[in-house]
């Protein structure tokens, strides 16, 4: 299953204009701004007179890294309501009632802001985009989604309701965790052309990259392969491992990105991309994991590669298979696209393409 999902940002943002009514009681309109007054219009959207909130956004994060309380209390409507990822939600006085607390010595992180897009509801605006921040003590990177909706009392313009939410993989594995406990509508049985090349190949040690709820894991397991899958979703690990339980199966799952799953050196017999995707150097590093013999089986959906669409890493035509394949060391036993069939995963319309690679 494709790991990589394009995220909306600005129907993330709009997702707030509701949630405005919790703070302010009514739903804005084009005409009434939940905490304007007569005294205190909302901001008229022109290039004279409108303030700009893409940098006010800005600010409102840069008053938080140095904590810069009076400032935050001038940013913040009296009614403000902020949505964190952790998650909680906070009204204005909790909201600054932390920033008063002592400080504890750490550093604020280091924040990257992408584009910021302001969009104009009447009364009200909404700006939405993303920022990542570094840690300076630490090492690593974390990725937000942000929306704030903006309005005006008597001090300026204010913040009625900020979310930050998370992006990039953790927001992935929310998401496809969330697919695997409501969504009820996947394909539960193993792949017709895994099936077809497992009959083929003697029983050895296998990895399924991204495998969900372990249809083809637990297939393979069935028929005598050690089989370790991984998938950056936690709700379907834990699906598979209860049905190989239920099975009388031993299968190993790792909780575990496409980054940072470790092939290492000569280890697997087989590894299986059943509409998995191998965005970066994913392919590269399962052909070093792969013993020599080994084989690579996969499936997707025929057309463009097209990393960063939705199932467009999991895409693929004959010469990108080709070239991919032969820069990874491997030999193409089999590549077909038929056109009579029809792909197991996703929509229903669309042609499959099948590979079975071999390590000299």
Not at 138 to 148: K, P, Q, T
Not at 239 to 262: C, G, M, N, P, W
Request: aromatic share 8%; hydrophobic share 40%; with cysteine.
């Amino acid at each position: 299953m494709s790991r990589r999902r394009v995220f909306d940002l600005a129907a993330f943002g709009l997702l707030l204009w509701g949630a405005t009514a919790a703070s302010a009681g009514t739903v804005p309109t084009a005409t009434a701004a939940p905490e304007a007054t007569s005294a205190s219009p909302a901001p008229v959207a022109t290039a004279a007179t409108s303030p700009d909130y893409a940098a006010l956004t800005r600010e409102y994060y840069a008053a938080i890294d140095r904590r810069d309380v009076a400032a935050l209390e001038r940013m913040l409507c009296d009614r403000a309501v902020m949505i964190n990822p952790r998650p909680n939600v906070t009204t204005r006085e909790q909201h600054l009632e932390g920033q008063r607390r002592p400080a504890d010595g750490t550093t604020p992180p280091r924040r990257e802001w992408g584009p910021l897009t302001v969009h104009d509801l009447g009364a009200t605006r909404l700006v939405v985009g993303r920022q990542a921040q570094t840690g300076v003590a630490n090492a690593g990177r974390f990725e937000s989604l942000v929306a704030f909706h903006w309005t005006t009392n008597e001090r300026g313009p204010c913040v009625l309701v900020g979310h930050r939410a998370p992006a990039g993989r953790a927001a992935e594995g929310f998401s496809w965790d969330e697919a695997f406990v409501v969504g009820g509508s996947f394909n539960a049985q193993p792949n017709a052309w895994l099936v077809e090349v497992a009959k083929q190949l003697k029983p050895g040690r296998a990895v399924e990259v991204a495998m969900g709820q372990g249809r083809n894991a637990l297939h393979l397991a069935s028929l005598g392969w050690q089989v370790t899958g991984y998938d950056i979703a936690g709700e379907g690990l834990r699906i598979a491992r209860e049905q190989a339980k239920a099975r009388q199966l031993k299968i190993d799952t790792v909780l575990a990105s496409h980054e940072d799953f470790d092939f290492g050196q000569e280890r697997w017999d087989l590894v299986a991309f059943v509409y998995a995707g191998m965005p970066g150097d994913t392919l590269a590093r399962a052909a070093r994991g792969l013993r020599r013999g080994g084989h690579v089986v996969l499936e997707g959906f025929h057309g463009r590669y097209t990393p960063g669409v939705p199932g467009g890493s999991a895409t693929y035509d004959r010469a990108f298979l080709d070239s991919a394949m032969r820069e990874a060391g491997l030999e193409i036993v089999r590549l077909e696209t038929p056109a009579d069939a029809r792909t197991d995963f996703g929509p229903a319309d669309l042609r499959p393409v099948r590979l079975l690679a071999r390590k000299p």
